[in-house]
């Protein structure tokens, strides 16, 4: 069965104090693996498109990386302001446009 | 443009009522489609329309959820009747069927059965 998963769960950071957001995967294939976040009370925004193994993005603070099986989202000297639910998602190809969510990271960064 | 817009922003109703959320697709967006959020599940997929039909429903819980798209700037999610473990926020997102398949998702419809 294809599946999203996210871990941790829950992650607080002190401010500054850079870690690593994970998203593992188990589908047939990729199309295309997408990063959101999520603020309270909000719909989820778009981040990043990876589409092949060894892609890497990067937005201020953020980079995303995609190997075959998962992706990272690294933060680098997180402030308080990137605190947020961060989602993945996976599109698979032959799915029309399909994607499946993870159930998220909550982010807190502490200042 | 002003993105997905959706309405109501909240709604409260006792079992058995019916409820209506409605969706406002961004100008030009071909595909559109109506997600679940709750703590335990995370964002379900009910179903999504490509140029106003439906293509996947196989995420709608039970025959009480219907959806329709009757033209290309509006969508409607009906639960009818409603129940308790219906409570949750509905999302709306539209993309361009071709090219990136960027979501963009509006701000979603907390919704309480009591």
């Known amino acids: 069965e294809d599946q999203v998963t996210q871990s941790p769960e829950a992650l607080r950071l002190q401010e500054g104090e850079s870690s690593s957001l994970n998203c593992s995967y188990t589908v047939s294939g990729l199309r295309g693996l997408f990063w959101y976040r999520q603020d309270p009370g909000k719909g989820p925004e778009f981040l990043f498109t990876?589409?092949?193994a060894g892609e890497e993005k990067e937005k201020e603070r953020l980079k995303a990386t995609l190997t075959k099986k998962e992706s990272f989202l690294h933060i680098t000297a997180p402030k308080p302001e990137d605190s947020a639910t961060y989602l993945c998602?996976?599109?698979?190809?032959?799915?029309?446009?399909?994607?499946?969510f993870g159930t998220g990271t909550s982010l807190t960064v502490i200042p | 443009d002003a993105g997905v817009i959706q309405s109501p922003r909240h709604e409260v109703t006792e079992m058995g009522q019916e409820v209506t959320l409605r969706c406002k697709p961004i100008?030009?967006?071909?595909?559109l489609f109506w997600y679940r959020q709750t703590m335990m599940r995370g964002l379900e997929l009910l179903i999504y329309?490509?140029?106003?039909?439906?293509?996947?429903d196989s995420g709608m819980p039970e025959d009480r959820f219907s959806a329709k798209m009757p033209n290309a700037s509006f969508s409607t999610l009906k639960i009818q009747p409603s129940e308790p473990r219906d409570s949750a926020v509905y999302f709306c997102a539209s993309s361009i069927l071709s090219g990136a398949n960027v979501l963009t998702f509006g701000a979603g419809s907390r919704l309480t059965v009591l």
């Open positions: 998602a996976v599109q698979l190809p032959n799915t029309g446009n399909q994607f499946y």
């Open positions: 329309f490509n140029n106003n039909v439906p293509i996947d």
């Open positions: 990876l589409y092949s």
């Open positions: 100008s030009g967006h071909n595909s």
